[in-house]
């Protein structure tokens, strides 16, 4: 004889989330750093070029100087070295653009290049020292103008060639400036979509969880998708305390995944499908009277109960319990959820693995 049917809805805490995303994010900034040693020096090599074509060997050998640089760097940063790494691509940039103004000018534009120190604090750096470390980027910034001005180029070029160079310094920085405002706005969106699904969706199954099922049932009725009969289906896992009990709540969770993308996959794209317990789905199938809703329902039991769920353990099956019921745009949502949940009462009493419908 079957125990009494339980009814608790308590859920289970959240699953393990795998590997850290902080650890994730960091890789994938060190991969981004190598990347930019690779891409300046090439960039290098193209100025060494430039300044080999329009006379400038001093220059040239800080070219050289700088390659070897953002070398040294691409190495440490390959072997973990990071913090090592990322001081000497300050010193790189900071002396590159002092010679580059100091040898042929403060209107060569190499002076753009402090500027990128700017995102690079503010993102990197606690607000605390960002302020000071902006001030002394600032007076050093205002020191290579006045230092540049009071000496004049150390080593002049024509006036076409000065040219040239400070278009490509204003081309490079443009294009750094760019493609940073480009990866933020994606980081934004990317974080907004993110507290998106954390307020919406059931961090588990990834269906909506009880506060969007609410908001999206009240859209459909608004835009008068749901303006006919629906139907509301209540599903419940059978003996799932036994289920966690038995192999574990990671094979616990692996049906609660199962039977969520079975009910997904069941569902058309005007209905609504969510989790609404620990082992309780709802489903809100539109322009569906009560008769549709209960094979729609009978459909879903037969898929769940012919098929394992767990892949890990293959010869592990699950059935569910089901409670169907009929209802109307005018009337309240809650009173026909009541109704689904005292039909899927009656299926866990009359033996479970069941559809019970109750007329709205």
Request: hydrophobic share 50%; with cysteine; proline share 5%.
């Amino acid at each position: 004889m079957n125990a009494a049917p339980s009814r608790s809805t308590v859920s289970p805490g959240p699953p393990d989330a795998g590997p850290r995303k902080p650890s994730m994010m960091r890789n994938a900034l060190w991969l981004t750093v190598r990347r930019i040693t690779v891409l300046a020096a090439a960039t290098d090599a193209v100025f060494f070029l430039l300044f080999w074509a329009i006379g400038s060997p001093l220059l040239q050998w800080v070219n050289v100087a700088s390659m070897a640089i953002y070398g040294l760097a691409w190495w440490l940063s390959r072997d973990r070295l990071h913090p090592a790494s990322i001081v000497l691509i300050w010193i790189e940039v900071l002396s590159h653009a002092a010679l580059g103004s100091l040898i042929i000018g403060w209107d060569s534009g190499f002076h753009y290049f402090l500027m990128m120190f700017i995102p690079a604090i503010a993102v990197s750096t606690r607000p605390r020292r960002a302020v000071p470390a902006l001030a002394v980027l600032l007076l050093f910034y205002l020191g290579l103008e006045r230092l540049c001005v009071l000496l004049g180029p150390l080593q002049p070029v024509s006036a076409f060639s000065l040219a040239v160079v400070h278009a490509l310094n204003l081309s490079i920085v443009f294009a750094m400036f760019t493609a940073i405002t480009i990866a933020y706005v994606g980081l934004v969106r990317s974080a907004e979509r993110r507290l998106e699904q954390m307020a919406t969706r059931d961090p588990l199954t990834r269906l909506s969880n009880r506060r969007h099922f609410w908001l999206q049932a009240e859209q459909r009725t608004a835009q008068g998708a749901a303006s006919g009969p629906m139907a509301l289906v209540l599903v419940d896992v059978d003996h799932f305390k036994q289920i966690n009990d038995t192999h574990g709540h990671a094979v616990g969770d692996e049906v609660l995944t199962g039977i969520a993308e079975r009910l997904r996959e069941a569902c058309r794209d005007h209905d609504v499908v969510a989790r609404w317990g620990g082992e309780e789905f709802l489903l809100l199938l539109t322009r569906t009277d009560l008769d549709g809703g209960r094979r729609a329902a009978e459909r879903i039991r037969q898929s769940i109960a012919l098929q394992p769920l767990s892949a890990s353990r293959p010869a592990l099956r699950v059935t569910v319990s089901v409670g169907v019921t009929g209802s109307l745009a005018s009337e309240p949502l809650g009173e026909g959820i009541a109704r689904a949940d005292r039909a899927l009462y009656r299926s866990k009493q009359s033996g479970r693995n069941q559809v019970t419908a109750e007329p709205g």
